[in-house]
């Protein structure tokens, strides 16, 4: 079975700091890995998405992750914080192909990013 | 906007009734989940949908049940509700099992 792990469930961060929410995942395979974001009261949007192509992968708005099998990581990185930015973030590992699971995905607990003004 | 729909937004019920989300997928996708987020249990994957066929089942309660129609929308049906169903219920759409799922704004359920 797949699952992810991320190491912090609260990140703070000043406006114009670089960010970095941190995502381990488990798997037997070669996993499809994403990253969605959650703003108060909305619903669930996508970031960015890894699907075996390059292992460094640019989403919207500035955030980007990069794959690291060796590391069993995901880790989202953005340059420079905006408020806007703060949010919950959700690292997610979807099932293996032709598996009983296929699509579903599998999320881990949360980060909620604050940025300081 | 990610092109799913949602209805109702907001549900407020009491325990032991039942109650019916729905969802519209985005035009052209074929599949349709379902999932609960709530503050003890995070976000849960609960069923899955290709094209009205059930394709796979999560942590879904034998109380709740779920269908997708022939026009492609889904319904998931709560019965005997208890306060823990209480939590934001999503629905999500892609074109295939292998395709990006996009999410919907979720129903609010709250059970008094």
């Known amino acids: 079975a797949q699952s992810v792990t991320q190491l912090d469930s609260h990140v703070s961060v000043s406006e114009g700091t670089p960010v970095l929410l941190r995502c381990n995942y488990s798997s037997s395979y070669s996993p499809s890995l994403f990253w969605y974001v959650q703003h108060p009261n909305k619903g669930l949007q996508l970031l960015l998405k890894?699907?075996?192509?390059?292992?460094l992968v640019k989403g919207i708005n500035g955030f980007e992750a990069e794959f690291k099998k060796s590391e069993t990581s995901f880790h989202l990185t953005k340059p420079s914080a905006h408020m806007s930015d703060a949010a919950e973030y959700f690292c997610v590992v979807r099932g293996a192909t032709g598996g009983t699971s296929y699509g579903k995905l599998t999320f881990g607990q949360g980060t909620i990013l604050t940025v300081h003004p | 906007d990610s092109g799913v729909t949602q209805t109702p937004k907001h549900l407020i019920t009491a325990t032991g009734q039942r109650v019916t989300l729905r969802c519209s997928p985005r035009?052209?996708?074929?599949?349709v989940y379902w999932y609960q987020q709530s503050l003890d249990q995070g976000l849960q994957f609960l069923i899955q949908?290709?094209?009205?066929?059930?394709?796979a089942k999560g942590n879904i309660l034998e109380r709740f049940s779920a269908q997708q129609f022939p026009d492609l929308h889904s319904e998931l049906n709560l019965s005997s509700l208890e306060l823990g169903d209480s939590a934001l219920y999503f629905c999500?759409?892609?074109?295939?099992?292998?395709?990006?799922?996009?999410f919907g704004p979720g129903t609010r359920l709250t059970v008094l």
């Open positions: 035009s052209g996708d074929l599949s």
């Open positions: 999500a759409s892609s074109v295939d099992l292998a395709d990006t799922q996009y």
């Open positions: 949908y290709y094209n009205g066929e059930e394709r």
């Open positions: 890894y699907t075996s192509a390059a292992t």
